[in-house]
């Protein structure tokens, strides 16, 4: 099942890795004012899982060395959604797991990922009201619409990129599926990026 790689460390290190690459590319670029970035990273108490790897406890950020703009750049992430507190994965997971028709139950769901019922619909109704209105989601569903049917979000999306694969080991398959949705995903994922068109 999608939750049991969750509970594998050697997953959360994997999207750490890919938050790196992600840091790395993105620490490159200069401000807009011509300063160079600096690492300013930010301080994150994530929940959501047991035994986070010691670098979860940062978000990766960038801010100008320029006296006068010290303009913040924050690069997208696979492993942080905005300003949740929650990981991605968790927050994408729990709402798809209450989809479809083996749907779990909220209480089940609270126990395993330590969240409580509040917080999980809320999680529900930001993939409800919220996402379907934003400019990257009414972007990227024409482009995704003739590949993929939409019934329910997040569980639509789940499905369409963690699709099996029988060659493969089902571990690897998983893993990479999330690799692909947690990267389409990643552009909202820094502040204004509800708002931003992908191309
Ligand atoms: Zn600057």
Redesign the pocket.
């Known amino acids: 099942m999608y939750h049991e790689l969750l509970r594998d460390a050697s997953f959360w290190q994997f999207l750490f890795s890919i938050d790196q690459d992600l840091a790395k590319t993105a620490g490159k670029q200069t ?5 160079r970035l600096h690492c300013a990273n930010y301080p994150r108490k994530p929940r959501g899982a047991a035994d986070l790897p010691e670098q979860y406890r940062s978000r990766f950020s960038f801010c ?3 006296d006068g ?3 913040r750049m924050t690069p997208p992430s696979v492993r942080f959604l905005g300003r949740k507190v929650y990981l991605g994965a968790v927050v994408i997971l729990v709402s798809a797991m209450q989809q479809g028709p083996s749907a779990w139950r909220v209480h089940e769901l609270s126990k395993l990922f330590d969240a409580d019922r509040r917080t999980i619909s809320r999680w529900q109704a930001f993939w409800r009201d919220h996402f379907p209105q934003t400019v990257f989601w009414k972007d990227a569903l024409a482009r995704l619409v003739p590949v993929v049917q939409i019934i329910a979000l997040p569980l639509s999306l789940l499905e369409a990129f963690l699709r099996k694969n029988d060659e493969n080991d089902e571990n690897d398959d998983l893993r990479d599926g999330w690799e692909r949705l947690l990267l389409f995903l990643s552009p909202i994922t820094i502040t204004g990026g509800l708002k931003i068109k992908i191309s």
């Open positions: 401000c807009p004012c011509g300063g100008c060395d320029r703009c010290r303009k």
